[in-house]
Antibody, heavy 125, light 107 residues
Framework: QLQLQESGPGLVKPSETLSLTCTVS??????????WDWIRQPPGKGLEWIGS???????YYNPSLKSRVTISADTSENQFSLKLSSVTAADTAVYHC?????????????????WGQGALVTVSS | DIQMTQSPSSVSASVGDRVTITCRAS??????LAWYQQKPGKAPNLLIY???SLQSGVPSRFSGSRSGTDFTLTISSLQPEDFATYYC?????????FGQGTKLEIK
């Protein structure tokens, strides 16, 4: 059973870059069956998919955020990370990391099997 | 992008009631739909995948079905621990998209 934990600054200034890391325990993230995901939830609102990275290095991003998002991984540390640049107050949210199992490799279906508890990031000066 | 339209946005019900939540996809997604339950301050929890397959450990009072691009989550007999917010999510193609959520409240 994988356990995921987000870490990073809880307060980021407008125009700066939000950086979060997801540390995974209970198993290796280096599996051809895994995608590494980020999902966010503004306070009191619904879920928004940010992006996913397949273990091969292929990345997929939400078009609305694509120009500002980078997902990367450090398999030696069993971690993956999110960077979101040029943040504004609209980026204030709880950010969840997640992992989804892809039994057919880099193909559907895509469901989020494991989730971190989430990290609240507030964008404010 | 595939839009997921979920209804109702909220519903009030009593313990023992049967509740149905609906999600409609803007285009065909086969049966590649999941349902999640989220309680306040917690991460979402995968309940159903493939439109109707129950995730391990999920009580059998939860069920899912599909008719074309319409999907339904049914809770057959509400228990106190079921009061939460429920989301659908299409798993067919990127960008992955969620419904707006349904808050299930105690009447």
């Amino acid at each position: 059973q994988l356990q995921l934990q987000e870490s990073g600054p809880g307060l980021v200034k407008p125009s700066e870059t939000l950086s979060l890391t997801c540390t995974v325990s209970g198993g290796s993230i280096s599996s051809s069956s895994y995608f590494w995901d980020w999902i966010r939830q503004p306070p009191g609102k619904g879920l928004e998919w940010i992006g996913s990275m397949y273990y091969s290095g292929n990345t997929y991003y939400n078009p609305s955020l694509k120009s500002r998002v980078t997902i990367s991984a450090d398999t030696s540390e069993n971690q993956f990370s999110l960077k979101l640049s040029s943040v504004t107050a609209a980026d204030t949210a709880v950010y969840h990391c997640a992992i989804h199992i892809a039994p057919s490799g880099d193909y559907p279906p895509h469901y989020f099997d494991y989730w971190g508890q989430g990290a609240l990031v507030t964008v404010s000066s | 992008d595939i839009q997921m339209t979920q209804s109702p946005s909220s519903v009030s019900a009593s313990v023992g009631d049967r509740v149905t939540i609906t999600c409609r996809a803007s285009q065909g997604i086969s049966s590649l739909l999941a349902w999640y339950q989220q309680k306040p301050g917690k991460a979402p929890n995968l309940l159903i995948y493939g439109a109707s397959s129950l995730q391990s450990g999920v009580p059998s009072r939860f069920s899912g079905s599909r008719s074309g691009t319409d999907f339904t989550l049914t809770i057959s007999s509400l228990q106190p621990e079921d009061f939460a917010t429920y989301y659908c999510q299409q798993g067919n193609s990127f960008p992955l998209t969620f419904g707006q959520g349904t808050k299930l409240e105690i009447k």
